[in-house]
């Protein structure tokens, strides 16, 4: 790969990095090729993109934005590195992760580090964690469902109450003659 075409992906990674607000950094050595080409087809089916990439390469691209990722040079930037980029949703990948393994009896692809919405999470041991944080969706639908709540044990008590008070009406009114 010449300079050019380094500089060149370095700016693309540095885009896609800026651009995307969850990824996750990879470890998928020792998969072979059926193994990995399974992963890639899961990851394109899930609407994630896949991405190996030289660690250099990928520390000058996040060294270009605002956020600091200093903390990923040490632990995550280390041997084979492969980049899942997620547009959407955050715990996607983590999900995908764990599906793959078990689904293929597999330990790998390992969690090196990932990026939620420029909070970094770095080491194997997130990935369970990762997996259950809900998405925007998610917690936008609890919140519409909380503030709905109040109104639907409203309406459900004046139905029940209407019922209770019109038979106790007809039990006074049978009183009566």
Known sequence: M????????VDELAEKFSNTEYFYITDS????????NALRRLCFEKGIEYRVVKNTLITKALERLETDYSP?????????SAV????EVGNLPAKLIKEYRK???????LLKGASIATSLFIGEENLET???????????GEVIMLLQSPGRRLA??????????????KGIAEKGE
């Open 2 to 9: 010449t300079r050019e075409e380094k500089k060149q992906l």
């Open 29 to 36: 050595s020792g998969l072979n090729v059926a193994q990995t």
């Open 72 to 80: 990923f040079n040490e632990k995550v930037l280390t041997g084979f």
């Open 84 to 87: 899942m980029f997620s547009p």
């Open 103 to 109: 689904s293929n009896k597999v330990e790998k692809p």
């Open 130 to 140: 990762l997996s259950e944080l809900k998405s925007r969706e998610e917690l936008i």
């Open 156 to 169: 459900g008590a004046i139905t029940s109450g209407g019922g209770r008070i019109a038979a106790m009406v």
